[in-house]
């Protein structure tokens, strides 16, 4: 089987349980709050980790679906347009999903006052690849709100690349954005109550650490490694 045929596959096979996971999330939303006139015990709260969560991967999403449309344009290497494909479509998918469950449980798709991102994540924990999540509170150096995001100089020279330069910046900052989403979706497996949620979130994590292992390797194609 050819490496675009395996991708389409693990795309296809993707859609489908983000599908289920969806329909059991409104299950789930459904069965805790009954006929509707009042929230069940397993509804979250504005400041849970599953809400935080679920409106902060959605904005980390949003970036690398916007990093994957700017490769798509600037590179003709079809390996890289084939991968910013799929990072797109699987990332938009799961951003609908986090926003929808926002929606099933009536709460606002902007964080409380006073919590910034991140802050859903207690101490520290879920932190991977050197990213520290206590660091997080208040950042916004250069439009950088979460660790791995790219910033807005980084966005701008992804855009200016052509060829294997733009192949490159884009694979090093994706692999940064997975790192801090591993970190992220870690620290809902650990830490959210809504059982579809956590297992999505195991899902994000076992999936980019497997993209994270092919960046790292069309990196060395191109005698490039990720960033430390």
């Given amino acids: 089987m050819t490496s675009s045929r395996i991708r ?4 296809a096979a993707g859609s489908a349980v983000a599908l289920a996971l969806l329909f059991a999330g409104a299950a789930t939303v459904a069965s ?3 006929d509707g006139a009042a ?5 979250p709260s504005a400041r849970s980790a599953d809400a935080g969560f679920a409106r902060d991967m959605a904005v980390h999403h949003q970036q690398a679906v916007e990093m994957s449309f700017i490769v798509r344009d600037v590179t003709r290497d079809e390996d890289v347009r084939r991968l910013a494909y799929d990072i797109a479509n699987t990332q938009a998918n799961q951003r609908g999903m986090l926003l929808g469950w926002l929606d099933l449980w009536e709460l606002p798709k902007t964080a409380p006052e006073g919590q910034g991102p991140m802050s859903w994540m207690r101490g520290g924990h879920g932190g991977h690849g050197g990213h520290d999540m206590r660091s997080t509170e208040g950042m916004d150096h250069d439009g950088v709100l979460m660790p791995g995001m790219a910033s807005r100089t980084e966005l701008r020279k992804l855009g200016e690349a052509r060829g294997k330069d733009a192949e490159i910046l884009f694979l090093q900052l994706m ?3 997975h790192e801090g989403g591993i970190a992220m979706a870690r620290g809902c497996a650990e830490q959210c109550a809504v059982p579809v949620e956590k297992r999505l979130a195991q899902g994000m994590v076992d999936a980019q ?3 994270l292992d092919l960046m790292a390797d069309m990196l060395a194609a191109r005698g490039a490694t990720p960033r430390p």
Avoid at 8 to 11: A, V
């Fill in 8 to 11: 389409r596959t693990r795309w």
């Fill in 32 to 34: 805790a709050r009954g």
């Fill in 39 to 43: 929230r069940g015990p397993r509804t």
């Fill in 175 to 177: 692999s940064d954005h």
């Fill in 209 to 211: 650490r497997s993209e």
